[in-house]
C-alpha cells in the first residue's frame, strides 16, 4: 500500500510540474553592466487559460529605452514623472493555452547586481497572476537579471582591465 501511495504521489507532482513551470521569464539572465542588450521577455499561458494582457515594469537598475512592437498586440507605454520608460502593457492579443509569446525591449543595466523584472498576467476569466515576488517565493516570483561588471560569463577577465 505504501508503494502504491507513493506512485501515485509522483503522478502528481509529475501531472503537476508543467504549471509550477509555467511562468513569465527574461532572457538573458546573466547580462554585461553598461552594455546596450536586448530583453527577450517570454509568457507561457497560465494554469490552462488565456492570457490577454501582460504587464512588466522596468527595473530601476536597467534603463530601457525602447520598445518593440509585438504583432497582434497593442503596446502601452509606462512612463515615469521625468519621461524615462518605467514598463509597459500589451493587451488585445492572446496567448491560448500550451502556448507562448516573446516580447522584446532594448535596455542598458547600469547598476551591478540583480535586476527584478515585476509582472503581471492577465487571463480572459479576468484573473491576474502576479510575478512580483523574490526568488525564495517559488510560484510568484518575478523573474531576474544579473548585471556582470564587464566579464563575460565563458571568459576570464583580466582583473587590471576591470579595476580600470
Known amino acids: 500500500m505504501n ?4 506512485i501515485a504521489g509522483l ?5 503537476l510540474a508543467p504549471a509550477a513551470q509555467a511562468h513569465i521569464s527574461v532572457s538573458p539572465e546573466s547580462v ?4 546596450s542588450t536586448e530583453f527577450t ?14 504587464q512588466v515594469l522596468f527595473p530601476s537598475q536597467v534603463s530601457v529605452y525602447a520598445v518593440a512592437d509585438a504583432p497582434g498586440w497593442s503596446t502601452r507605454i509606462l ?8 514598463g509597459a502593457e500589451w493587451t488585445g492579443g492572446t496567448i491560448p493555452p500550451d502556448q507562448y509569446a516573446t516580447f522584446t525591449v532594448l535596455g542598458t543595466p ?25 526568488p525564495e517565493t517559488g510560484d510568484e516570483a518575478a523573474p531576474e537579471t544579473e548585471h556582470d561588471p564587464g566579464c563575460e560569463e565563458h571568459r576570464q577577465c583580466d582583473p587590471e582591465v576591470v579595476a580600470a
Open 3 to 6: 508503494l502504491r501511495a507513493a
Open 11 to 15: 503522478a502528481v507532482v509529475a501531472a
Open 32 to 35: 554585461v553592466l553598461r552594455e
Open 41 to 54: 521577455i517570454t509568457v507561457p499561458a497560465e494554469g490552462g487559460l488565456t492570457t490577454n494582457r501582460v
Open 79 to 86: 512612463r515615469r514623472a521625468d519621461g524615462r520608460l518605467r
Open 110 to 134: 547600469f547598476e551591478e547586481g540583480t535586476s527584478v523584472w515585476r509582472s503581471e498576467q492577465g487571463t480572459t476569466n479576468g484573473k491576474v497572476k502576479k510575478w512580483t515576488g523574490p
